[in-house]
């Protein structure tokens, strides 16, 4: 019956105008499967945490509906909606053990004392935090804080979790820590989550599905890997990743019996037949992995990309150059999507023993990964080619 | 520590006599025999307490009937102060977070408000009161301060401030907009509770033109008029009134006395953040 069950969410046509007049949301649809943990992504600003709370209910939309569990919840108030949201400063109640955090959730729905104690304990042992019971929220860590937030939200079952950039306030170390706990306590609960964020990677690594959001659209909604390996935009392209996906402009042309794709300087010979994309002006999207220096030293064939290394980056496993193409990195030809998702310099991802060039030095690379090729005004995806011989 | 400049010492230790002085006389001259504080009330020798005893206050106890003035007192102002913080309370909360129609016409007549002094308006209140047929209950001490705009607006900067996500996360843990002002905001609102409370009870504590206006009878006399119709009583005397100051005070000595921790904390709340 997979595919019939009536829970999850379900978002239709949602749009949010705020009285300012600033459009937070226009016309959205998304589905989060019952026991699904979607990621939704995207820079600050692109109306990310206006859908969390509007299907919270702390804002209401200006059009659209919103079905959570099979129900229409859309003109419901919060307490409504059998939603449980932890938010990005946690929001725990100053005046309040651990405890009676925990319990609080419980005591608004008038549990008995009994069963409220047994839950309590439950999603303590849950989370590690038995020991901290007793204590006020002022008196523990940040870890612990977050943990006291993401029980209070489990404590009552909700019949969707909504999570607000729960771990941006914790330092590196920990938020990988917690990112992997939090993906086992959704997996082991199996309750519909939407995780909202900023961070690439924590969508990359957390989600079963990943929805990349800018400007209030929705660009792509989809697994992770397919999300990395065929991304629907060049926004989509260059914001997943570390560093995301090079974006350089070029132009297909037809020549004799096939065509061709020049590239900042370069010039690839494609295939025989009739060009991948209608001949013309084009972003090429090539990820940073995909990029590796010619061997040996001048003079460099036709094919090859030649670049100014700027700043070099050593990691330790490897090594990241960040190099600026000849002639403009964005032409003021390609649409806002594309010039604004376009990082500004080209990122080679080099391995630790590769010869590693100096700032200043000029480097030649050619594609050893396939090409990505984006419509150059409003960055939607044309095709992808594999890289010349 | 900064030196102060000797001269400006000097006028602050002058300053703290002027303000001392007259309570030192009060607690002192209750304590003596009512011939000696007439006599060396011109003479240092009057903030010496010679042939001390309690006899002035038992005096005031047998002439009048002060615990029916100090219960008179503490309904009066007990129920101001309760009244006060609910309605005000709920009011700034109003405020400061719900959205509703007039909600900034309201907030600027609450701020005019504060300007306008009670004495300004006691007479056509004095007025509308007579015509309700309230005059000498508790009511008519009551009802006209329990409304108080200084305490709406204490009350809504607090609240301005509060972060907003509590109650956000109050309300998706399921508690209505009630229940969040009652279980978590109010919770969180100590220091400005504490701040209301004591300067409502100060203000009603003290309160003297407008009970003189509207009581008549000893049933619901409060203790500053009580005071007042003290004095003129024969035989006067000045021992037994300072007394009986003296024992109108107390209660305000030891509420400060109770509440000096809230007060630091509310004073620290309302200084500059970090």
Redesign the interface.
Known sequence: MAGLRPGGLRIEGLRKVFPDGTVGLEGLDLTVEEGELLVLVGPSGCGKSTLLRLVAGLEAPTAGRIRIGGREVTGLPPQARDVAMVFQNYALYPHLTVAGNLEFPLRMRRMPRRERRRRVAEVAALLGLEGLLGRRPAELSGGQRQRVAMGRALVRRPALLLLDEPLSNLDARLRVQLRAELAALQRRTGVTTVHVTHDQAEAMTLGHRVAVLRAGRLEQVGPPEALYREPATAFVAAFLGSPGMNLLPGRLRREGGGWTLEVAGARWAGGEGPPPAPEGPVAVGVRPEHLSPEPGEAPQPAAALSLAVAAVERLGHETLVHALPPGEAAPAGWGEAVRGAAPPTVALRLPAQARQPAPGETVAVRPSGPLHLFAPAAGERLAAVEPPV | MRRRAPLAGALLWAFALVYLAPVAFMVVGSLKPDALVLREAGSLAAFWPEGASLQNFRDVLRRVDFPRYLLNSLIVTGATVALGLVVNGLAGYALARLRWRGRRAALALVLALLVIPFEAIAVPLFYLVSLLGWRDTYTVQVLPFVANAFAVYLFYSFFLDL?R??E?????????VL?TFW??VL??ARPVLATVAVTTFLFQWGSFLWPLLVTTSEAVRPLPVALAVFQTLPPRQWGDILAFGVMMVAPVVLLYLLFQPAFLRGARLAGPKG
């Open positions: 972060p996500e509590l956000e996360a109050a309300r998706v843990d399921g508690a209505g229940r279980s978590v919770p969180n």
